[in-house]
């Protein structure tokens, strides 16, 4: 069973729009939250995270808002820009656990039309 | 050369073959991670290593063999493989393992025929 879900599978914006990606999680135990962008051919790169302590963390055009009772997340990007195209990835940890291991979801398809 | 860099960015294989994937971090980074890509999926940890210690393995078919023989190295030895095994292999380093977040290298995009 999945434990972090992005339920939408792609998403398209026009430049200069918000984009809201969507995460949601389940294991209550999770309390950093990260998002990952990827470029076709290209590995994740680290784009923004949050801690359970905060609902909202911002770095420029990003912000992430997250929802504890919900166990909900969102990655809000304002204004869109074509460069932004690409897969974006919700990943959540136990921080400080032993393993350290991030639990991706699926990725959300971002396209960003000029 | 700084960051992650897998090699090789691209492997075709038979299923009787015998091949490793290499994954090499300059960041200082004691741990290091495998992950798989398959299409429509979520990113998959197969393995996890700390100071060279491999910490665990989630579940992972015995025809994939890692080998961390140090702190800035990680093999994947990959023999007898399947046609679903045909996926992105990525490998990612991070300093600790409080989970704040990974280097990923590019991947290596695997064929098996």
């Known amino acids: 069973d999945q434990q972090v879900k992005q339920n939408s599978p792609s998403l398209s914006v026009q430049e200069g729009r918000i984009s809201i990606l969507n995460c949601d999680y389940t294991?209550?135990?999770?309390?950093?939250f990260l998002w990952y962008k990827k470029y076709p051919a290209e590995g994740p790169t680290f784009l923004i995270s949050?801690?359970?302590?905060?609902d909202k963390n911002e770095d420029g055009r990003f912000t992430v808002f997250l929802n504890k009772s919900a166990k909900h997340l969102s990655l809000h990007i304002v204004p869109s820009q074509p460069g932004d195209s690409a897969v974006y990835f919700c990943a959540a940890s136990i921080y400080g656990g032993s393993q350290g291991n991030l639990i991706f979801g699926k990725g959300t398809k971002l396209s960003v039309k000029p | 050369e700084t960051g992650v860099t897998q090699t090789p960015r691209h492997l075709v294989m038979g299923m009787t073959n015998k091949k490793s994937l290499k994954c090499e971090q300059h960041l200082g980074h004691n741990a290091m991670y495998w992950y798989k890509q398959s299409a429509k999926k979520p990113l998959e940890l197969m393995f996890v290593y700390n100071f060279k210690e491999q910490t665990e393995n989630n579940s992972v078919p015995s025809r994939f063999s890692p080998e961390c023989p140090n702190s800035s190295h990680l093999f994947l030895h990959l023999h007898t493989l399947q046609p679903e095994d045909s996926a992105l292999y990525l490998c990612?380093?991070?300093?600790?393992?409080?989970?704040?977040?990974?280097?990923f290298g590019s991947g290596t995009r695997l064929t098996v025929v």
């Open positions: 294991n209550s135990m999770f309390d950093y």
């Open positions: 949050i801690s359970s302590i905060k």
């Open positions: 990612a380093s991070s300093q600790d393992l409080t989970g704040t977040g990974y280097t």
